[in-house]
């Protein structure tokens, strides 16, 4: 019995004399100073996630992830505007989303994402956290570019007349209510900075189906509407403005590009097409009774020269918005243009509708269950402000490439670190990301990166632009920062 | 059959601790000098280190049994976040029974039960890894049938089959966007058949060299069990059923040189080349596919291995000999190819014995085998999970040798 003991426990006190160790990883902060960092940008700065801003998180907020990093090579405290605990405030004053199990039109069930309470924590608009300040984060969600230098933005007079942000009023500096977003920013001090603005630019536009109009060429930002597209010239002067005051006093930084924001499930997630379609519905739609109406209708006022409103209408333009199925095969779905010529002078019936094509968009906001139950896109077209046009997305592409290299050449002049984060969107969206045995893509929902409004980023969407940033300060600070276990971070949950 | 045969299975938790998932522990005597056993007898255990001596006992009857205990480790520093962890392996027990039967002068029968491959390795439930193994267990037990010949008075002969009971179980995580806590338990168990065969030539009077061959044995797994533990929005999704797969156990070729130095000192070099390189993938073909469950491949690319020998032994007096050894143990995996669910790295491995002998025809042995794990830095890269691995075993042996 002993000597069976002893068996045991000499290998085990071998073992733990020689227990394999490893010494701690060294970590450092490299040239870069870590004492007070400030966090500049947008709803992606502030940890806007599933259609709303929400106290957990912002807790993991990209820049609160970095930080707590930074901590760990000297970095300082940093204090966050947080929402008090609850459903969080989405733009439209909505809560959180979640995902629910439900059933559609036709009955199939499955997981569906939906706000989680029936209104949003509004009072928090109304209760200023201003006077704790100067806040790290100066995330604000739906600040363009030129918001972070326009004063007033957080006052609460223009607020009220709906041309401030409420996200900021709330934590916009009590002694001075017009101070700018930069303002706040530099009040803090910083020795280090992250900057990742400019998506709005383009984005609400977007989102807005390109309803606004696209300023290039007009540097006037006082004269844009909310859904307009910044003009890159405008954008390059705010982008240095922004750089020029925050790298006043010596502070190091990292800066990111805009993700390409038609890459984003808000965007590839409804598809633009019919399932196969039957004979009898390609005839029925195809009819003397609907579209062959509509297409007989475009030829006949193609072949008129004679009318003043339409002379200009030629036949290949008439060609370009016929409609017709096809049976036994996708057919892109038909949607209101308002590009198309107007027609409806000459001929109500000729309402300026097409067939979307190839490398068109629709908007996850797209009604499902209105394709699905209500023939949407079929015998009735889809309204304009769920589809984005190959113009609209050519506007969209141009102006982001703009900005883009407006930032790199703006990194490289002033040596800071450069988050290629369009780049690392379109990896997603390509070959995908994969993190400790988590394989993540663009894909709404079960590509696990993106959030429930397919806009922002999910938890770990975040945890993996935080690494992007950490790799970019590393590289060029000379610094060993830790960093984060992307996959540790939890995945969504269903709201039961 | 394969039912019945579980529960004894079950009592065999190996660790690996060899290249790959191999596990050389097949006989405490050899062990003790650096586990080489291909050129000199040391007794019934020639069933398995080399068949052509089997018929070289004077006795007529020849019976070893033995068992190791396997204590052991393996540390993971992920040098970019700086999270350290480590194996909580339960203790791994491999054993051995070998029994020689004298025929006639030249012809000798025996059988070997022996477990050259297995592995059980725990990392947690909830460690950084956990979407790659959190825990493994592999088995497989030998039952070796084996006739061996001696043609002449310098050269002999041997070959059997070897009848293979292979059973494993996996538990990893599955990270579904949805849900925290979502897992699979993959388990099955399937039987193979394979050959062995092996050469011994007394080159001199002090010199001998043998050479052994081991075939491959493939353990087909037809119906495996899987079980899904999902949220429960994703149960339709994973459903559990059944699975197929295929694990090679590889071929080995030892070549080994022994030499008599003196009436009481025998040293030996040994070699094993050990086809590693047929373990390419482990792919989990899943009987029930859904969109989100497709046939899993997980590629292995393991390379061809080595495994260098040397050992020597003297004998004190007539009742105690002494051993000692050292080898070096390549790890088949490459760099890009590097799993926790076999967390090998090249292995330096030291080993002391002795055997005691109470009386003429028995002898009490026992070993000691310390693996020191070389420290490497490796990645899953179809996972994205890499890191620093270290690794140490202290492997204590006893063993029984009767004769009669």
Redesign the interface.
Known sequence: MKTKKL??I???A??VA?????D??E?NGGSADFTRTVAVGNSLTAGFQSGALRRDKQEVSFPAMIAQQLQ?VGGGDFKQPLLADGVGVGSTGNAEFG?F?KADCQGTVG?SPGPIASAGQLDQFASSVGAAGPYNNVGVPGAKSFHVVAPGYGNPVNIQAGLGNPYYGRFANPLDFDETMLGAAVRANPTFFTLFIGSNDVLSYATSGGSGVDQTGNTDVLTYGSNDITDPNAFAAVYSQIVTALTANGAKGAVATIPDVTSIPFFTTVPIGTDAVSQAQADQLNSALAYGAYNAGLDQVAADTSNPFTKAFTQQMADARKISFTAGQINTFVVMDPSLTDLTVVNPALVSMRQIRPGELLTLTTPGDSIRCAQWGTAKPIAPQFHLTSDEIKSIGDAVASYNSTIKSIANANGLAFVDANARLKELATTG???????FSDAF????AFSLDGVHPATRGYAIIANDFIDAINSTYGANV????V??Y?????VQ | MKKLLLPILGLAPLFMWAGGFQVNLQGTKQTGMGHLGTSFYLGASSTYFNPAMMGMDSSKVNIEVGAS?I?????Y????????E?TDNP?GTPFYFYLTYKINEDLTAGLGVYTPFGSSVEWGEDW?????IQDISLRAIYFQPTLSYNVNENLSVGAGLTYVMGAFEINR?V??????NNSTHLEGDETGIGFNAGIYYQATEKIGVGLTYRSQVDIELEDGDVDFTV???LAASFPDGKFAATLPLPATATLGISYQASADLMVAVEANFVQWSEYESLDFDFATNTS?LEDSQNPRNYEDAVIIRVGGQYAVCDILDVRAGFYYDQSPITDEYFNPETPNTDNLGFTAGLSVRPMDNLSIDAS?L?I??Q?RESEYQ????GG?Y???????G?GLNFNF
């Open positions: 068996l045991y000499l290998p085990l071998v073992l020689c227990e394999p160790e490893f701690d990883v970590f760990k995902i199990i997981p990301i994969v993190e400790s045995g988590v394989a929902i079960s590509g696990g830790p960093k984060l276990d996959a540790s939890p995945a969504f949950e269903i | 205990f204590t052991s480790n393996v540390t520093q992920n040098q970019s976040t700086g999270i350290s480590e203790m950084s890894g956990k979407n790659l995580a990270p579904a966007p949805i849900g925290n949220d429960p929005s989100r000691i310390y020191s794990g420290e179809p996972a994205g999970f620093k270290k690794a140490t075993s202290v492997i204590p006893i």
